[in-house]
């Protein structure tokens, strides 16, 4: 069994960072894609940003320029650098990642998520 693990949520003032993380834990061979998304109260949940084992990133028009997502393969783990936050970004963000647990089983694994609000 997969789990993924979101910490880093909190309240923030606008203008201002945070970092969230996502670990993921369990019978893991390989991890290929991992994402960030988000869903705001009343919302459908949206992507944020994705990551390629290799590092190749992708970003909604939205967050381009204030986040940056990485990730550290050797500790499968995810991150997402929040700069400049506005109120607009308040939502719970969930990691998502594409695991293969052995040569003939693939997946895809969810977080619970992590609430940011940003207000002042």
């Known amino acids: 069994q997969v789990q993924l693990v979101e910490s880093g949520g909190a309240l923030v003032q606008p203008g201002g960072s945070l970092i969230l993380s996502c670990a993921a834990s369990?019978?893991?061979?390989?991890?290929?894609?991992m994402g960030w998304y988000r869903q705001a109260p009343g919302a459908q949940r949206e992507l944020v940003a994705t990551?390629?084992?290799?590092?190749?990133?992708n970003y909604a028009d939205s967050v381009k320029g204030r986040f940056t997502i990485s990730r550290d393969n050797a500790k499968n783990t995810v991150y997402l650098q929040m700069n400049s936050l506005k109120p607009e970004d308040t939502a719970t963000y969930s990691c998502?990642?594409?695991?293969?647990?052995?040569?003939?089983?693939?997946?895809?694994?969810w977080g619970q998520g992590t609430l940011v609000t940003v207000s002042s």
């Open positions: 369990g019978s893991i061979f390989t991890i290929y894609a």
């Open positions: 998502n990642a594409e695991i293969q647990a052995s040569p003939n089983r693939k997946f895809e694994v």
């Open positions: 990551i390629t084992r290799g590092g190749s990133t």
